[in-house]
Nanobody, 119 residues
Framework: QVQLVESGGGLVQPGGSLRLSCAAS????????MGWYRQAPGKKRELIAT???????NYADSVKGRFTISRDNAKNTVYLQMNSLKPEDTAVYYC?????????????WGQGTQVTVSS
């Protein structure tokens, strides 16, 4: 069973940057499309970025141009570089492996990492 551990969150001022990491146990990670999700208080968890095993990326409109997803298959790790952060980016961030275009995921959820954007 692959386990996911997210890290790198914190408190940052508007306009600042953070880099999140998601470490996965198990080599099967490398064949999955991986994604970053976030859940703001009182809102549903949403998928904001995906990356294929070959490095193709896709972003939600809300983060396009500001966030960059990347992965290191040798390290079983996926990253999310977040720039020009806004207060509305405040949420708990998670990674997982989406199943196609569905809302399903392949792996158990990790604990997530809190990102708070505030002055």
């Amino acid at each position: 069973q692959v386990q996911l551990v997210e890290s790198g969150g914190g408190l940052v001022q508007p306009g600042g940057s953070l880099r999140l990491s998601c470490a996965a146990s198990g080599s099967i990670f490398s064949i999955y499309v991986m994604g970053w999700y976030r859940q703001a208080p009182g809102k549903k968890r949403e998928l904001i970025a995906t990356i294929t095993s070959g490095g193709q990326t896709n972003y939600a409109d809300s983060v396009k141009g500001r966030f960059t997803i990347s992965r290191d298959n040798a390290k079983n790790t996926v990253y999310l570089q977040m720039n020009s952060l806004k207060p509305e980016d405040t949420a708990v961030y998670y990674c997982n492996a989406p199943v196609g275009e569905t809302s399903l995921v392949r792996l158990s959820w990790g604990q997530g990492t809190q990102v708070t954007v505030s002055s």
